[in-house]
């Protein structure tokens, strides 16, 4: 894969999509806490995040968020993983959000067989109003930059994200940037605006101008109509040749695709998963180290922190683990590369000190 110069690049990466306020109850339950601590997240961001703070790279962040108080909070926490916000599109405040806000996610991490639950509330902001033509990705791509991210959520979104999406990479392509694209489907985004019948159709569009593709069981089966053999609604078994099988489908119908990459994940609580991933990658299948009975302490962004690490492997030809991104709460990493590459050489949890 031909990837641009990075000494004559701005960016190692650039991500399109939301980034929203998460409010974490902790332990406790949405419905019952009287406290939240707050993060900033989304499928997106977290990929440029993650390869910002752990693994030292360049990156941006295409977004938009209303100027309030609650927009400058999550700027801030966006200052604080070392991702470039110069890209943000600030929209002014109608003063209650009537015509546009800021999204907020609510998130449980759960534990043992109470699973984790995601609740959104993102209608009507800022980033879902984007169009096409609002952002000059002429401009942007000519400064130098050597990868373009986004997925299917940003594509959710709205009637227009998809256009915006569209319009991105296809001047990404132009300017000779790979571009990858996660499905990462989540049924709640897709159900009022026709599920997952519209969720292949607007994926499918987008996909054929990707070079980089990642997805897990549900995102290749119900949002872009690869089923996987071998593999039932509770996703109990997740047999890799089955996967291998299900890549062979996809790669004949999007061959401009380069890398196709999915995680193999198997819950058996909330708090123990079995953990693996297989992607293709120049004519052959690669396998992660299996990871069975993983501990979790948040499982949210384990996806989008395993697509920064195989990102960063692509980009600086070298492997990377993404486990430990379950490992902190949040929806992105706290694990630095030190700690990557100890337990990629087989370290343990003994204490360091």
Request: net charge negative.
């Amino acid at each position: 894969m031909k990837i641009n110069d990075p000494s004559s690049c701005r960016h190692d990466l650039v991500s399109l999509g939301e980034v929203m306020l998460r409010l974490d109850p902790g332990e406790g339950r949405v419905a019952t806490t009287r406290t939240f601590q707050v993060w900033e997240g989304g499928g997106e961001y977290n990929v440029a995040r993650g390869l910002r703070r752990c693994f030292g790279l360049r990156t941006g962040i295409v977004t938009a968020l209303v100027d309030n108080p609650v927009g400058r909070l999550v700027e801030d926490l966006m200052l604080q993983g070392g991702v470039d916000v110069s890209t943000v599109r600030w929209v002014p405040d109608d003063g209650v959000g009537r015509r546009v806000r800021n999204g907020l996610n609510f998130t449980e991490r759960g534990f043992g067989i109470r699973a984790a639950v995601g609740c959104s509330d993102r209608g009507h902001t800022a980033v879902s109003q984007l169009n096409a033509g609002d952002i000059d990705w002429e401009c942007l791509f000519a400064g130098g930059v050597r990868w373009f991210h986004t997925g299917g959520i940003f594509a959710s979104l709205s009637e227009t994200t998809p256009e915006v999406a569209r319009e991105a990479m296809e001047a990404a392509r132009r300017h000779r940037v790979i571009v990858s694209y996660d499905l990462n489907y989540r049924p709640s985004l897709w159900r009022g605006i026709g599920g997952a019948e519209k969720a292949r159709v607007v994926n499918r569009e987008l996909v054929s101008l990707a070079d980089v593709l990642f997805g897990n069981e549900e995102d290749f089966s119900v949002a872009l109509g690869f089923p996987v053999e071998g593999v039932d609604e509770h996703h109990a078994a997740l047999p890799a040749e089955s996967f291998k099988k299900m890549i062979d489908s996809v790669r004949a119908e999007f061959p401009s695709l380069q890398v196709i990459a999915t995680t193999l994940r198997a819950a058996h609580t909330a708090t123990r998963n079995d953990w693996g991933a297989v992607a293709w990658y120049e004519g052959q299948f690669y396998e992660a180290t299996p990871r069975p009975d993983l501990e979790i302490l948040d499982r949210v962004g384990g996806g989008d922190s395993f697509a920064s690490g195989l990102i960063y492997g692509l980009l600086m030809n070298k492997s990377a683990a993404w486990a430990l991104a379950m490992t902190t709460p949040g929806d992105t990493s706290m694990a630095t590369l030190t700690e990557v590459e100890r337990v990629m050489k087989g370290g343990t949890a003994r204490v360091s000190r």
